[in-house]
């Protein structure tokens, strides 16, 4: 089998990297901004035409959501206009795609479940939108294709959740963080493994699934975790969102119904904490983070 990775300097896409070692037998490429334009379809096109790829695993995205909704332009061209892009260059190839997507997408207002993905998505941020719009195109295109919701990413590489407490943690200043957002932290090695599985599993079962880690947490309880876990004596106290001042609105509840992609795909999904400790060790060794 041949793949192509997109966006593979990401936290995703690094972490393909990691578990795609495993698997020899898989021919992988990996591109990141610098080797492939995906906003070009004159670049995606020569460079499909490279190889006859089997599946192009998109992990490309413009994050930067509060920023998006002052770059409206520059959100749309990579989370929407691209996917159409390298959804309609793989059509012609007849190269599956899989690509990620993000619980933004939902308004973020439930209470009483998880979000599964029958629910009405309902996007109230510039991002989320852009993110729901760029499903919409990969569907029209690729109606075969694996589109994967997930949540709160974070890995040991790149600048996310995680490696951004353990530094200001270690500056010794008191941090507040939101207590009234409830979600589930996402390994990206966790996502990554789970991709694997699903393609050797055999079985290519096209529609949106939804992946995070198990359990709930609130981002202060995940800051908290972070904490005990490397054993930083950080002093972080709870604030509510509206105490905390942000372009973009935060979805109050993202939790993701995970039941369609574990039944599909026989995944035993970790649940968070135990991630968490994992990657955590994981940055201390590569690092060298002295933990108290």
């Not at 691209?82 to 619980?103: P, Q, Y």
């Not at 309902?122 to 997930?150: M, N, Q, V, W």
């Not at 198990?214 to 005990?228: C, L, P, Q, T």
Request: with cysteine; proline share 4%; charged share 25%.
């Amino acid at each position: 089998m041949k793949i192509l990775v997109t966006g593979a300097d990401g936290q995703l896409g690094s972490s393909l990297k990691k578990a795609f070692s495993s698997h020899p037998e898989i021919e992988v490429d990996y591109t990141d901004a610098d080797t492939l334009d995906i906003t070009s379809r004159e670049d995606v096109a020569a460079y499909l035409s490279k190889k006859s790829y089997d599946l192009l695993i998109n992990c490309a995205a413009y994050t930067a959501v509060d920023k998006a909704e002052s770059d409206a332009l520059t959100a749309t061209k990579i989370n929407t206009e691209a996917v159409g892009i390298l959804a309609a260059e793989a059509k012609k190839r007849h190269t599956r795609v899989m690509h990620f997507s993000t619980d933004y997408v939902f308004p973020g207002d439930h209470t009483c479940r998880p979000y599964n993905e029958h629910d009405e998505p309902d996007p109230h941020t510039i991002y989320g939108r852009t993110k729901l719009d760029g499903e919409a195109i990969l569907k029209s295109f690729c109606p075969d294709a694996i589109i994967i919701r997930t949540a709160w990413l974070y890995c040991e590489n790149g600048h996310n959740f995680v490696k951004t407490m353990l530094e200001k943690g270690r500056q010794n200043v008191p941090l507040r963080v939101v207590c009234d957002q409830i979600g589930t932290p996402t390994y990206a090695g966790d996502l990554a493994t789970a991709v694997c599985e699903i393609i050797s599993s055999g079985k290519w079962c096209p529609g949106i699934y939804h992946f995070t880690n198990e359990g709930v947490a609130s981002w202060y309880d995940f800051a908290k975790a972070i904490f005990r876990i490397a054993e930083v004596p950080a002093e972080v106290a709870p604030c509510m969102s509206h105490e905390y001042a942000s372009a973009a609105r935060r979805p109050l509840y993202s939790l993701l119904d995970k039941t369609k992609i574990k039944k599909t795909y026989s995944l035993k999904i970790p649940y968070w904490e135990d991630s968490l400790q994992r990657c955590i060790e994981k940055i201390m060794r590569t690092e060298n983070i002295t933990t108290k």
